[in-house]
């Protein structure tokens, strides 16, 4: 499996900048509530110096939303909806071990991170404007067709993974108690992004190793070096990441 941002998308926002991380071997059963605590007790440090909406890495989501003509306190990127959660009700929602540490750390580092159950992806995936005839799967179970043009992730049997890019995440791909292969992407536009979403993709590893065990691969994807591939391949991939620390 190929995951890539189209070159359309790349050209429009140059200060893209992504984290991959595939992994096997994932259970609900998990402990990681003391791993998930830490990366909170880090979000709610940032959100004592101020509310979410003057963070860099916000702000420049806000920007991307405005040029794709979308109000941007209406469609909120799932980092700023996360931290927004937390600002307001002092706690997030538990779902699963790893959905829970992986918005954990998406609040800690104010970036968006998604985790797609790689079963439930068909082929590559691809992060590109919409065509209006894939086929998007909501939690209620409704089937959408997003807006020609609009951002989504999109696999080889033309099935939308998100809708409006970062800001709502498809049913079909959401890991569940089965899920034992998962994507984990995180995506920043904010300037000088590439050192946060290095360590971000660290502490992943990280905790995928120390949490289940997981064999994992990981990789930071930029124009330089824009696919991630799995099994790795050894041509345009991005680069490898080592385990770290925020």
Known sequence: M???????LRDAYPDLVA???QAAGITA???VAARTAAHLAEARRRLAGGAESGFPEIQAWRRAYAAMGLRPTKYRCAAEALL???RLDGELPRVHPLVDLCN???AAYAIPVAALDLDRVDGDLVVRPAHGDEAYLSFAGDTEHPEPGEVTFVDSAGRAHARRWTNRQSGWSAVRAGTSSVLIVAEALHAGGGPAVTRLVADLVTELTEGWSAPTAAAVLTAAAPRFRTPAADDDRGQAVSPGSR
Do not use: M, N
């Not at 190929?2 to 359309?8: A, G, K, N, V, Y």
């Open 19 to 21: 984290g991959v991380v």
């Open 84 to 86: 927004r959660r937390l």
């Open 2 to 8: 190929q995951f890539e941002h189209s070159p359309r």
């Open 104 to 106: 954990a750390i998406s």
């Open 29 to 31: 059963t998990a402990d």
